[in-house]
């Protein structure tokens, strides 16, 4: 019997992941599609978003949804759910609350490069099928976001955000800084955190809580897209529940200046999707810990090949699988199902 379930596990683990292509430059939304981002609503569809148009720094661009309605075979056609009649927007985030509040985040660039950008929202109370008018976050300039918030264990929401800076377009400021907005829901209150910094600055952090104030997050690096030898994750933790933060240090993971996700599953366990790699955003990895994060013995590629694999957003649904959604060479979006 055991051999027969090694064996199972073994030929298991020898499948390739397979990811489906969801829309690519022939959706009349724009040839350019970069960040995107996805939540499972309560009534079981899934709603996905991205920011795109004719490029990353088109004036006409705007945040688009679709759905995927529970039991469906076909995303809905992409429909404009915020744009700005002046200004390029950026990056979107959705993330359905506890409450059942739809939550969407984006950004708004009011100059020629991201460090002028500021944070805005917009919320949903009917599962995402009307939206309110926008409200600005985050109105210092070069203040972004790229990841979903996660509930605390006090029912506190953390906003992963970064200030970008720097006028180069091919390049992170080493002075950039990845951070965390607090949102208290008892009062609409929300409060910032302190700044993880280090070596060649970090941006897009992506947070768990391992257990009551102990976080942990994993943030992309700055500097330029030359190849280097030195390119890592970053990785900082917390002690007081994301208010204050150690120095983000190298890890063990390589970051070809790219996002990651890094999420906690239900059953404790750890997952990170990153490209393993310094120099390109290929190949496209998961790996997971069961331990914490201490070890990661089990590691598996999503994609791989003479392409840009990029923004990796992991979640986990109601049915306990993993859902990865990326973009290959910021004109397509991808979807990955997978078991742990």
Request: hydrophobic fraction near 35%.
């Amino acid at each position: 019997m055991m051999d027969r379930m090694l064996l199972a596990a073994l030929l298991l683990a020898a499948q390739p992941i397979t990811a489906e292509r969801l829309f690519g430059p022939e959706t009349p939304t724009g040839r350019y599609k970069h960040p995107a981002s996805i939540t499972e609503l309560a009534n079981g569809d899934l709603y996905l978003v991205w920011y795109g148009g004719e490029g990353e720094y088109a004036v006409d661009t705007a945040v688009w949804g679709t759905r995927l309605a529970k039991g469906a075979k076909s995303w809905t056609p992409p429909r404009a759910i915020a744009r700005d009649p002046f200004r390029s927007v950026g990056n979107a985030v959705v993330w359905q609350a506890p409450d059942g509040v739809v939550w969407l985040f984006y950004v708004i660039r009011y100059g020629e490069t991201w460090s002028t950008s500021r944070i805005a929202l917009k919320i949903s109370r009917d599962h995402a099928q009307t939206w309110s008018d926008t409200h600005v976050l985050a109105a210092d300039p070069g203040m972004m976001v790229r990841g979903r918030p996660i509930v605390l264990h006090d029912g506190d929401y953390l906003l992963p955000i970064y200030h970008e800076v720097g006028e180069d377009r091919e390049a992170v400021g080493a002075g950039s800084t990845s951070l965390f907005l607090r949102y208290h829901p008892k009062s609409s209150q929300w409060s910032e955190s302190g700044r993880i910094r280090s070596r060649l600055g970090n941006i897009q952090p992506a947070v768990v809580e391992l257990a009551p104030n102990h976080l942990v997050a994993y943030c992309r690096r700055g500097g330029d897209y030359q190849p280097r030898s030195d390119g890592w994750l970053v990785r900082a933790e917390s002690r007081d529940g994301g208010r204050a933060w150690s120095e983000g240090r190298d890890s063990e993971f390589p970051n070809p200046n790219a996002a990651v996700d890094f999420i906690k599953l239900r059953n404790g366990h750890l997952v990170l999707v990153y490209n393993d790699s310094m120099s390109r955003r290929t190949p496209l990895r998961t790996a997971i810990s069961s331990d914490g994060g201490r070890t990661w013995p089990d590691r598996r590629v999503i994609a791989e090949g003479p392409h840009s694999y990029a923004y990796p957003v992991t979640i986990q649904t109601a049915d306990g699988k993993i859902h990865v959604i990326f973009t290959r060479d910021r004109t397509e979006i991808h979807h990955a199902v997978l078991e742990e």
